[in-house]
Every structure is written in structure tokens, then in C-alpha cells.
């Protein structure tokens, strides 16, 4: 079992900057990519952003790219997604998830999901 935990969800405005924190535990080897997914209002969840565990190979949705950023504390077992510039239409329920597979972070299926942090960015 891998158990995950956000924080550092909130209400900011647009233009304003976040940083989210995954805390990761359990099975080291469920988890070999860390993602982040959001899910907004009457909205599919959807793929921001992944990064392999024990590198630094980062993969980021294209609404997000040059403006978010993922990594990871290997020491700590936390994964952040720094996120700048934010706009209203990232608001949103953030997810962190770990994936027991390789390979390209949004291709994969994830097994464990956090419970999730709020976003809100007003105008």
C-alpha cells in the first residue's frame, strides 16, 4: 500500500503562486512515478503534471508547461508542484497519485490517490 497526503491548497489570485506538497509512505516500489491531477466542475479529472520517482524526468500538460513545475524530496518522500502565474481556470481539486509502472508519466495508470487540495484562483 502507498498512502499520499496533500497540502497546500487555498484561494489566491490570478498571477499568484502555490506550491503543493505530496507526503508519500509506504511500498517504495508502487511508486515509481508521482503525478499530479486536477479535476474542476463538471469536469473530467485530468493529467498536469508526472515525474519519475528515482530521476528527474518531468512530463507537464500543455496548459501548465513553463508555468508549474514538479519535483521530488527523495529524502523526504515528497513530491511539490510549484505553480506560478496561476489563472482562474486552474481552479480545481488537486490529486497527487503514484503509479507502479515506467514509462511516460501521463500515459500511466495509477494505482493510489490522495484525498486531494483545493485550488481557487479569482480574477
Known amino acids: 500500500q502507498v498512502q499520499l497526503v496533500e497540502s497546500g491548497g487555498g484561494l489566491v489570485q490570478a498571477g499568484d503562486s502555490l506550491r503543493l506538497s505530496c507526503a508519500a509512505s509506504g511500498r517504495t516500489f508502487s511508486r515509481n512515478v508521482m503525478g499530479w491531477f486536477r479535476q474542476a466542475p463538471g469536469k473530467e479529472r485530468e493529467f498536469v503534471a508526472g515525474?519519475?520517482?528515482?530521476?528527474?524526468?518531468?512530463d507537464y500538460s500543455g496548459s501548465v508547461k513553463g508555468r508549474f513545475t514538479i519535483s521530488r524530496d527523495y529524502a523526504k518522500n515528497t513530491v511539490f508542484l510549484q505553480m506560478d502565474s496561476l489563472k482562474p481556470e486552474d481552479t480545481a481539486v488537486y490529486y497527487c497519485?503514484?503509479?507502479?509502472?515506467?514509462?511516460?508519466?501521463?500515459?500511466?495508470?495509477?494505482?493510489?490517490w490522495g484525498q486531494g487540495t483545493q485550488v481557487t484562483v479569482s480574477s
Open positions: 497519485a503514484a503509479s507502479s509502472e515506467i514509462g511516460t508519466p501521463r500515459r500511466l495508470k495509477y494505482d493510489y
Open positions: 515525474i519519475v520517482w528515482s530521476g528527474t524526468s518531468a
